[in-house]
């Protein structure tokens, strides 16, 4: 199963978003908190059990709506369902 590294990038300004440690091949659906390796203040939210602990993913400059929080039911997994076409990567 391949990993790597991402920057995801908001879609509108360009502005980076946060950097992620994808697992596995395939399109970016859901970011994993406990993956997000930039900025660091996601860590405090890699144990919500409510989505309701969890900000919306925003872009930090422009405010766009870049992921909504969800709880991935395999394993109670706090995620951002990412919004298709608000967003851009690069691998890293």
Do not use: H, T, W
Not at 42 to 55: C, D, R, T, V
Request: proline residues 7%; aromatic residues 14%; contains cysteine.
């Amino acid at each position: 199963m391949p990993s790597g590294s991402f920057s995801i990038f908001c879609g509108q300004c360009k502005e980076l978003v946060l950097r992620y440690r994808k697992e596995g091949s395939g399109a970016l659906i859901r970011v994993y908190l406990k993956q997000v390796l930039e900025p660091k203040y996601f860590k405090q939210y890699q144990y919500a059990k409510l989505k309701s602990e969890i900000p919306c993913l925003d872009c930090p400059q422009c405010q766009q709506r870049v992921g909504i929080p969800m709880i991935y039911e395999s394993g109670n997994r706090p995620a951002y369902r990412m919004i298709k076409g608000s967003f851009f990567k690069k691998e890293s």
